[in-house]
């Protein structure tokens, strides 16, 4: 339960900065969508997502290694 609360609270955070990586991590983490299927929801392409999903999860990693 602590962990599910800290992940929501960075999430939180990344929403703050930059709303389509926050969106990106959900989709993949959550709702288990490829970067296709992610791509498509958003209407962004393809190679737009793979480089959001790098950039949010270097900053998450920083942020909860931090913790």
Do not use: P
Not at 31 to 50: H, K, P, S
Request: proline content about 0%; cysteine-free; aromatic content about 8%.
């Amino acid at each position: 339960a602590d962990s599910i609360l800290a992940i929501n609270e960075v999430l939180d955070r990344l929403e703050k900065i930059d709303e389509r990586q926050a969106k990106v991590v959900e989709m993949r983490f959550f709702g288990g969508m490829n970067n296709l299927e992610i791509a498509e929801a958003l209407g962004v392409t393809e190679r737009t997502v793979r480089r959001e999903w790098h950039s949010a999860r270097l900053w998450l990693y920083r942020v909860l290694s931090n913790k």
